[in-house]
C-alpha cells in the first residue's frame, strides 16, 4: 500500500510568479485535501476534492486553485504569489473518516 | 474565536518524566477527533481518533482520551525519540475537513 507523495520537496519562487504543486494520494481514496502550515503555527485548511469536484474551501482568495485527476491524485497552483505564501504545503488524502497526509512541499516566496 | 486550543505551547521533560497535553475544542456535534504526531519538515503522522466521550486509545507510551470538551494525550515515560510537535484536529459534520490547533512542541531531554 504506498501512502501519499508530494512533489517537489522544496521549491524557491520569486514573488508575483506562479507555482504548481502536486500529490499522488494514498490508493483507493477518493478525497484529497490542501492544508497550508505557516512556521508554528497548525496546518490551515485552503480546499477539498472528492471525485474531480471542490467540495469545501477555506479562507483563501481565489489565486489559490486547484484540481483532481481520475486517478485522485491533485494539484495545488497558486498565482501571483507573495511573501506570506512561504509555508509548508501538505496534502492529505481520505476514504471515509481516515486522513493521511503526505510529507509536504516547501515553498519559500523570496 | 480558535475552535481547537492546544495547551501548553511548549513542554520540556526529562526522559521518564510522564505528563499530559491538552486540547479543548468548542464545536458541536464532533464527529471525530484526531492526534497527530509531526516532526520538524515533515508531514503529520497520524495516531490515533477517538469518536465519543470516554473512548480511550493507546499506542505504546501514547494514551488518547476524550470527554465533551477536550481530550488528553497522556505520554507514560517518555523517550527522547518521543520529542516532536504533537497536533490535535477535529471533524465535526459530514464531509467537513480537520480544523487543527496550533501544536504542542515536546521535548525529551535524556
Known amino acids: 500500500e504506498t501512502g501519499v507523495t508530494q512533489s517537489p520537496t522544496h521549491l524557491i519562487k520569486t514573488r508575483g510568479q506562479q507555482v504548481t504543486l502536486r500529490c499522488s494520494s494514498q490508493s483507493g481514496h477518493n478525497t484529497v485535501s490542501w492544508y497550508q502550515q505557516a512556521l508554528g503555527q497548525g496546518p490551515q485548511f485552503i480546499f477539498q476534492?472528492?471525485?474531480?469536484?471542490?467540495?469545501g474551501r477555506g479562507n483563501f482568495p481565489p489565486r489559490f486553485s486547484g484540481l483532481q485527476f481520475p486517478n485522485y491524485s491533485s494539484e495545488l497552483n497558486v498565482n501571483a504569489l507573495e511573501l506570506d505564501d512561504s509555508a509548508l504545503y501538505l496534502c492529505a488524502s481520505s476514504l471515509d473518516h481516515g486522513y493521511t497526509f503526505g510529507s509536504g512541499t516547501r515553498l519559500t516566496v523570496v | 474565536e480558535d475552535q481547537v486550543t492546544q495547551s501548553p505551547e511548549a513542554l520540556r521533560l526529562q526522559e521518564g518524566e510522564s505528563s499530559s497535553l491538552n486540547c479543548s475544542y468548542t464545536v458541536s456535534g464532533l464527529r471525530g477527533l484526531f492526534w497527530y504526531r509531526q516532526d520538524p519538515g515533515k508531514g503529520p503522522e497520524f495516531l490515533f481518533t477517538?469518536?465519543?466521550a470516554g473512548e480511550e486509545k493507546e499506542k505504546e507510551r501514547l494514551k488518547a482520551t476524550l470527554t465533551k470538551k477536550e481530550s488528553f494525550l497522556h505520554i507514560t515515560a517518555p523517550k527522547p525519540e518521543d520529542s516532536a510537535t504533537y497536533l490535535c484536529?477535529?471533524?465535526?459534520?459530514?464531509?467537513?475537513?480537520?480544523?487543527f490547533g496550533k501544536g504542542t512542541r515536546l521535548s525529551v531531554i535524556a
Open positions: 476534492y472528492y471525485r474531480e469536484e471542490e467540495n
Open positions: 484536529a477535529v471533524r465535526y459534520s459530514g464531509n467537513t475537513p480537520l480544523v
Open positions: 477517538l469518536y465519543s
